[in-house]
């Protein structure tokens, strides 16, 4: 099983790390980090490169397609040569799947078009534009089509599809030993839970300024 | 403020990146990888490098150190150059921390010596034998010291050192940014609550394959 995560200049980190770090620990997987040019890959903040180890190109049929999200996958999202690798990806993976705004690139290659689907919390009409059906949960699986919300939930993804890969025992494997028992000091992670002054300052901040 | 991510060859991804997505968004703060030799450092899996992109002379007083851990961190610990590093680096520090295995480093430091700390729930007498106290704790605060539990713990890690640096209200805007929502499909992220045969199973296993 070759699992493909996919970079761009401004990608979110997490958004590829929370899953990969799962996924990888699955037995007999290989992961590779892809772009359009092997090499370094800048991301949104800017203090951080990870290294593409392969060309789209040189991976074209992934079983499992990764794509995260970050402030650039706006502008990302209509590269002919990202989307044009998505679509043929696609045609032959198992599962196709996103963090964050990497929703925004799997629609505008038009691979979500009626589907439900998510994206960070900010985004929603921009998914909805694209042809898909937004919906609140954390992790979306429709078909073979997988998207979650804002950054951190790709790790909660991962174990989704852990489980549907390899069964419960393997991905209460991984959670074990990445000791993923989630205790955050605050209960301000999603819009609903978020002081309200907060949310509302965010709803007006302009979405290019996201993760 | 200045924030310093260390990294050697064989650290395991999340247990820098985690934090890093969440204290980078710091208002105002600068966060540098840093590593013996600038340049791709490789990770646990092999199949990811990060780009440090400055050596540890370039960085000689962070105000925030973190240590990540990895199954390569039972050398790391033993490497002069990173241990003279860490202690110089202390000495001037605000905020010392690690994840998971990362604490290995600080004790081999001498810089946890009598202090409660934590690490990865396979690693406590590893870390008890660099003279600290291990506790079962998520997060451990000790003065200016601060290590978590295994991989993912990071993130809490992080929330609760923004709480204190930057205030509640700062600290929440990044989980809501970060939509750190946690909703793992299965329960079973320590030993206390994974089933019991797959404890079992791993607490035969050498800690040298561990992350």
């Known amino acids: 099983m070759q699992i493909a995560v996919l970079l761009y200049e401004g990608f979110t980190t997490l958004d590829a790390v929370?899953?990969?770090?799962?996924?990888?620990?699955?037995?007999?997987?290989?992961?590779?980090?892809?772009?359009?040019?092997?090499?370094?890959?800048?991301?949104?903040?800017?203090?951080?490169?990870?290294l593409a180890d392969r060309t789209?190109?040189?991976?074209?049929?992934?079983?499992?397609?990764?794509?995260?999200?970050?402030?650039a996958a706006r502008t990302a999202k209509d590269d002919p040569e990202?989307?044009?690798?998505?679509?043929?990806?696609?045609?032959?993976?198992?599962?196709?799947?996103?963090?964050?705004?990497?929703?925004?690139?799997?629609?505008?290659a038009g691979l979500l078009a009626g589907r439900r689907a998510t994206t960070h919390w900010l985004a929603y009409e921009e998914l909805r534009a694209l042809g898909a059906e937004p919906t609140g949960e954390r992790v979306v699986f429709d078909?073979?089509?997988?998207?979650?919300?804002?950054?951190?939930?790709?790790?909660?993804?991962?174990?989704?599809?852990?489980?549907?890969?390899?069964?419960?025992e393997a991905a209460q494997t991984v959670?074990?030993?990445?000791?993923?028992?989630?205790?955050?000091?605050?209960d301000a992670g999603s819009p609903e839970k978020a002081?309200?002054?907060?949310v509302a300052r965010w709803r007006g901040v302009p979405v290019e300024k996201l993760g």
């Open 195 to 198: 002081p309200a002054a907060i």
């Open 18 to 50: 929370g899953p990969y770090e799962l996924l990888a620990r699955l037995p007999g997987a290989e992961t590779v980090f892809v772009a359009k040019h092997a090499g370094p890959v800048r991301n949104d903040q800017g203090s951080l490169a990870l």
């Open 175 to 186: 959670q074990l030993l990445t000791e993923y028992d989630p205790q955050p000091p605050y």
């Open 82 to 108: 990202l989307r044009d690798w998505l679509r043929a990806a696609d045609a032959t993976s198992t599962w196709t799947t996103s963090v964050c705004t990497g929703s925004l690139l799997l629609g505008a």
């Open 143 to 168: 078909g073979k089509y997988v998207t979650a919300a804002g950054v951190s939930s790709g790790i909660d993804m991962a174990l989704h599809l852990l489980g549907r890969i390899a069964g419960d």
């Open 56 to 71: 789209l190109a040189e991976v074209p049929r992934p079983d499992v397609v990764l794509v995260p999200g970050g402030p």
